[in-house]
């Protein structure tokens, strides 16, 4: 995550009103398979899009990072296998020179260098960014940042197909970076707006970028339908945790409790009920307890 320094919601606002960046669809043909999917891409414009100056010139891996103090302030470097050096503000910039493995790496040295030092300036926004990236889906670290989703206003929504990432601005200069196959705790009503905004890809390319576009589409499409689908808990172990008069407490194997009516004492009436009130959600028989 990083907030874009300078930049304040009412002036990202009204940038966003005075010229906004012409775009061009994904041609799609009759019968495409993936035409429902390619709907919610679209190429950026030429503004947007990388310069050939700063496409890869080599395949050297990434060997090291560090915060080089200038005359103006740090500033992140990465250093390659070859001994050259790329100089960096912003993890976005570099997102399209560097390797998923490349990425990792990076990730490494600034998590050791943070390890007994704590982070400030231009170091804290890519160990923020870097945290998010890496360890969001594993550990739901960084979690503060997935809060208020509901009021995320979207400035863009980009895939950088080298790094595997694609990377979500907000108007209010928020910006989240997460790798293409990797879940994170993105709201459905936020991944609908992502969808109906459209992701966008460099002009022109038709290859593996495209591809992965799509395959990133269907990937967050998943995730909908996957959260509208009842939840099917494992009943292949369960056990009765309390049993009263009435109620009993069962849990079941993946660790789901459910209060229900006592089968032993309760009336066929009040049995019928257990079915009918696990599928109501805001009572407290049937749910987890």
Not at 102 to 119: E, N
Not at 151 to 170: A, D
Request: aromatic fraction near 8%.
């Amino acid at each position: 995550m990083a907030e874009e320094a300078g930049a304040t919601p009412s002036q990202n606002v009204s940038q966003e009103e005075v010229a906004a960046p012409s775009h061009s669809t994904i041609p799609i043909e009759d019968g495409d398979p993936e035409a429902e999917h390619k709907m919610c891409i679209k190429y950026a414009s030429d503004a947007d899009s990388a310069s050939d100056d700063d496409t890869p010139v080599n395949f050297y891996d990434v060997v090291d990072w560090e915060l080089l103090p200038t005359g103006l302030g740090s500033i992140n470097v990465f250093y390659r296998k070859d001994n050259s050096r790329k100089c960096f503000t912003s993890l976005r910039e570099i997102l399209h020179l560097v390797t998923r493995a490349d990425l990792m790496t990076i990730y490494g040295r600034v998590m050791t260098f943070y390890q007994d030092k704590k982070a400030a300036g231009i170091g804290l926004v890519l160990w923020g960014d870097l945290k998010v990236l890496m360890d969001s889906p594993e550990v739901n670290d960084g979690s503060d940042v997935w809060k208020n989703q509901q009021t995320w206003k979207i400035q863009s929504w980009k895939l950088y197909s080298y790094s595997g990432v694609h990377v979500l601005e907000t108007v209010s200069g928020l910006v989240v970076h997460m790798f293409v196959d990797k879940k994170y705790p993105l709201s459905v009503n936020l991944i609908e707006r992502m969808l109906d905004h459209q992701l966008e890809i460099c002009h022109g390319t038709m290859g593996n970028e495209l591809t992965t576009a799509v395959q990133l589409i269907a990937f967050l499409k998943k995730q909908i339908s996957d959260s509208r689908r009842p939840k099917v808990h494992d009943c292949s172990c369960f056990d009765f945790l309390v049993a009263d008069s009435k109620f009993m407490k069962v849990a079941f194997g993946d660790g789901f409790k459910m209060l229900l009516f006592n089968p032993l004492v309760c009336s066929t009436k009040d049995l019928s009920r257990n079915l009918k009130l696990t599928t109501v959600s805001n009572s407290s028989l049937g749910e987890d307890c």
